[in-house]
């Protein structure tokens, strides 16, 4: 399984656009790359996934260069509500493992 | 509106016990995870089944813990005998797996050994 490397927290203001970057060097050809979200006391709840290029929806973009070594998750404008920790995996078969995520704290 | 079951929420035992984790996964999925969240370890990974069959447990603690699919609308987790260093937040995820689709996840069971 590949392992994926993302900042340990971040921070943010209201209205601004946040970029988390996941670096996966030994992804493998049938990997996909996967972004979950967790707010205290809940489970993780999946945000977006992609193979190459560029993935978007209601939530998030999703950003993968030719090279698949990074990807790049994209917030527009988050509110305080986004404050959470962000997870990126790199998943072919099923199994889900998580690392240490991003904890994102966003400020007023 | 569809979502993974796990019971109970909450459970405070004494060291020696028995604990049992139930999980209903989200009917028609056929995979289910199993993992155990602490602030030390974030999120591990202790099992996963598919179509009732066990994939990989080589998370768990063999002499204690047990996972079992008694059958497709549940999934138990048991830990016998219970220990203070079992004590975090175990969460149950459900997904229909292709390696396209998502999974969801149970609201947890935060277990506490005293």
């Known amino acids: 399984l590949a392992k994926t490397t993302q900042p340990i927290s971040m921070d943010s203001y209201e209205g601004q656009e946040v970029n988390i970057t996941c670096s996966h060097n030994?992804?493998?050809?049938?990997?996909?790359i996967t972004w979950y979200q967790q707010f205290p006391s809940q489970g993780p709840r999946f945000i977006i996934q992609?193979?190459?290029t560029k993935v978007t929806n209601e939530v998030a973009s999703l950003f993968i260069p030719a090279d698949r070594k990074s990807s790049t998750l994209s917030l527009p404008r988050v509110s305080l509500s986004d404050t959470a920790v962000y997870y990126c995996?790199?998943?072919?078969?099923?199994?889900?493992?998580f690392g240490q995520g991003t904890t994102l704290q966003v400020k007023p | 509106d569809a979502r993974v079951t796990q019971t109970p929420r909450h459970k405070v035992t004494e060291m020696g016990q028995e604990v049992t984790m139930r999980c209903q996964p989200i009917?028609?999925?056929?995979?289910v995870f199993w993992y155990r969240q602490t602030m030390m370890q974030g999120l591990e990974l202790l099992a996963y089944?598919?179509?009732?069959?066990?994939?990989?447990d080589s998370g768990m603690p063999k002499d204690r813990f047990s996972a079992e699919m008694p059958d497709a609308t549940l999934a138990t987790l048991k830990i016998q005998p219970s220990e203070p260093r079992d004590s975090a937040v175990y969460f149950c995820?459900?997904?229909?797996?292709?390696?396209?689709?998502?999974?969801?996840f149970g609201q947890g069971t935060r277990l506490t050994v005293v």
């Open positions: 995820a459900s997904g229909a797996f292709s390696r396209h689709t998502e999974a969801f």
């Open positions: 030994n992804i493998a050809t049938n990997d996909y």
């Open positions: 992609g193979y190459k």
């Open positions: 995996l790199a998943r072919n078969t099923g199994k889900l493992i």
């Open positions: 009917l028609g999925h056929n995979t």
């Open positions: 089944f598919r179509n009732r069959a066990p994939l990989d």
